[in-house]
């Protein structure tokens, strides 16, 4: 089994990288593939509409950018997938939503190639707007009719500094156990 991350964050050593190696953690220590994929700052775009996925259905957004074929190749070719986004205007980053977009499209104009996938969102805010974020992460798991644990708060941290996730005790706890329940229902799925 693999797992795929995205960090959604431009700082690519901040809160968002770190929140996703405590999920990852917990999947190495059961045996689950990862892999963790800088997408924040990279330069993509979003969907045009222009419906070519449709017409080609070769699982391939039909612009050429920054890797976002590969990206959407990698999403398709994992039995999970974790969006870790910071909260910018309570929204997910741009690069996120360049990615949630043309995956989704794709996806669904071939034959919803993540149906049945684990999914799981994690964001970092430094102080309100996460919970938007979350739910943004997770319509797009949801409209692909995928499958998405949970843990035992929404799956975020506060922090506005890189590292301020290691004050977030809470945090890091919903993050451990978040990777130990979608670790769980990965082998139940496969």
Not at 64 to 82: H, P, R, V, Y
Not at 149 to 166: K, M, Q, R
Not at 167 to 183: H, Q, S, V, Y
Request: proline content about 3%.
């Amino acid at each position: 089994m693999k797992v795929v991350a995205f960090n959604g964050s431009p700082r690519e050593q901040g809160n968002t990288r770190r929140g996703l190696e405590i999920v990852l953690a917990e999947l190495e220590k059961e045996g689950i593939q990862t892999e963790l994929i800088q997408l924040g700052g990279k330069r993509v775009f979003g969907c045009l509409a222009c419906n070519q996925c449709k017409v080609n259905k070769n699982l391939r957004c039909a612009r050429s950018d920054d890797e976002m074929n590969t990206f959407i190749a990698k999403m398709f070719e994992a039995d999970g997938i974790i969006i870790g986004s910071p909260t910018y205007f309570s929204n997910v980053s741009t690069e996120v939503k360049a990615l949630i977009d043309r995956a989704g499209v794709v996806a669904r104009a071939n034959n919803h190639v993540l149906k049945g996938k684990v999914g799981v969102p994690l964001v970092a805010a430094r102080r309100a707007g996460a919970t938007f974020v979350y739910s943004a992460i997770n319509f797009f798991f949801g409209i692909n009719q995928m499958v998405i644990p949970g843990s035992s708060y929404w799956n975020l941290t506060l922090g506005g500094a890189p590292g301020d996730i290691e004050k977030d005790e809470e945090g890091k706890n919903t993050f451990i156990l978040l990777g130990k329940n979608m670790a769980g229902l990965l082998k139940r799925l496969n």
